[in-house]
């Protein structure tokens, strides 16, 4: 099992800034289907992690398949 750092994870989301990061983990968030899983270990600055599969799986489910389709509509 892999993890990813905060700092790993804003570059694979196109350099996303740590405020829209956060957006995207909200369970209100109206940009994708699911909200991005939350950090399986919480730290202070960009040194939280998340489990590497977990993310990916997220990433390829929700943020490439679907990118920005609900402001569309």
Known sequence: ???LTSK???KKLKDCS???LWRYQQPNQKMFE???PQPIK???GSSSL???GTF???LVKYFNNNQFSNLSS
């Open 18 to 20: 740590a405020s829209t």
């Open 1 to 3: 099992m892999g993890y």
């Open 34 to 36: 699911q909200p991005m």
């Open 56 to 58: 990916n799986e997220w």
């Open 42 to 44: 919480k730290c202070a």
């Open 8 to 10: 790993e994870i804003r």
């Open 50 to 52: 998340w489990d590497e």
